[in-house]
T-cell receptor
Framework: AQSVTQLGSHVSVSEGALVLLRCNYS??????LFWYVQYPNQGLQLLLK??????LVKGINGFEAEFKKSETSFHLTKPSAHMSDAAEYFC????????????FGAGTRLFVKA | NAGVTQTPKFRVLKTGQSMTLLCAQD?????MYWYRQDPGMGLRLIHY???????AKGEVPDGYNVSRLKKQNFLLGLESAAPSQTSVYFC???????????????FGSGTRLTVV
C-alpha cells in the first residue's frame, strides 16, 4: 500500500538559512509527487509537482524538490529561508491503481526565526 | 477570480445535529473532493466526484453524505454530528484525476467544525 512519511512535524530555521523538509514515500508503482503549502487559515496551495522527466523540480517562491527513486524520497529545499516561508508543508503521492489515489503526509510546520 | 469557495467558515454543532457544508468552484473543473484535516494526520479523503451527478467514497466516508447536482457545487452533509467529526474540512477541485494532466488541486480555505 502507498504511504507518505514526513520526517519532523516541526522544523525551525533562521532567516537566510537552508530549508530542508523531508518526505519519503512507499509505492509499488511509479508515483507522482507533490508539495503543497498551507498558510494560516487558508487552503493548500501547490508548490511543485513531479510527474515524469527531470528529477529536479522547481516550484514557486524559490522552492525545489528532487525525486530520488533509489531513496524513495522527494525532499523539499530552499537555499535561503524568508520569514514569509513560515507555514505548514504537505507532501503528497498519487499513484494509478486502476484509478488515481492521492495520499497526503501528516505535514511539517516550518518556523522561521529572525 | 474566486476559485473554490467554502461556506460556512466556522460552525459549532451539538451532538446529533445536522448540517451541510457548501463548496462552489468557478473554474469549470470536473473533479471535486472533500477532505478532512486532523492534527498529525494530514488530509484524508471523505468523498469525491468525477462529474455532475456522480459521487464516490473516499478513505473515511462513514457519517457523511455528498451530492453534486450542479457541476460547480459539491455539498457535504452530516446527518447526525458526532464529536469525532470535529475537524477542519477542505473542498478541492481539479481538471483531471490524473496528476500528469492536472495542475494539482485547487483548495478552498476550509470550514472549521466543532461538535460538542
Amino acid at each position: 500500500a502507498q504511504s507518505v512519511t514526513q520526517l519532523g512535524s516541526h522544523v525551525s530555521v533562521s532567516e537566510g538559512a537552508l530549508v530542508l523538509l523531508r518526505c519519503n514515500y512507499s509505492s509499488s508503482v511509479p508515483p507522482y509527487l507533490f508539495w503543497y503549502v498551507q498558510y494560516p487559515n487558508q487552503g493548500l496551495q501547490l508548490l511543485l509537482k513531479y510527474t515524469t522527466g527531470a528529477t529536479l523540480v522547481k516550484g514557486i517562491n524559490g522552492f525545489e524538490a528532487e525525486f530520488k527513486k533509489s531513496e524513495t524520497s522527494f525532499h523539499l529545499t530552499k537555499p535561503s529561508a524568508h520569514m514569509s516561508d513560515a507555514a505548514e508543508y504537505f507532501c503528497a503521492v498519487s499513484i494509478n491503481t486502476g484509478g488515481f489515489k492521492t495520499i497526503f503526509g501528516a505535514g511539517t510546520r516550518l518556523f522561521v526565526k529572525a | 477570480n474566486a476559485g473554490v469557495t467554502q461556506t460556512p467558515k466556522f460552525r459549532v454543532l451539538k451532538t446529533g445535529q445536522s448540517m451541510t457544508l457548501l463548496c462552489a468552484q468557478d473554474m469549470n473543473h470536473e473533479y471535486m473532493y472533500w477532505y478532512r484535516q486532523d492534527p498529525g494526520m494530514g488530509l484524508r479523503l471523505i468523498h469525491y466526484s468525477v462529474g455532475e451527478g456522480t459521487t464516490a467514497k473516499g478513505e473515511v466516508p462513514d457519517g457523511y453524505n455528498v451530492s453534486r447536482l450542479k457541476k460547480q457545487n459539491f455539498l457535504l452533509g452530516l446527518e447526525s454530528a458526532a464529536p469525532s467529526q470535529t475537524s477542519v474540512y477542505f473542498c478541492a477541485s481539479s481538471t483531471s484525476l490524473a496528476p500528469q494532466d492536472n495542475y494539482g488541486y485547487t483548495f478552498g480555505s476550509g470550514t472549521r467544525l466543532t461538535v460538542v
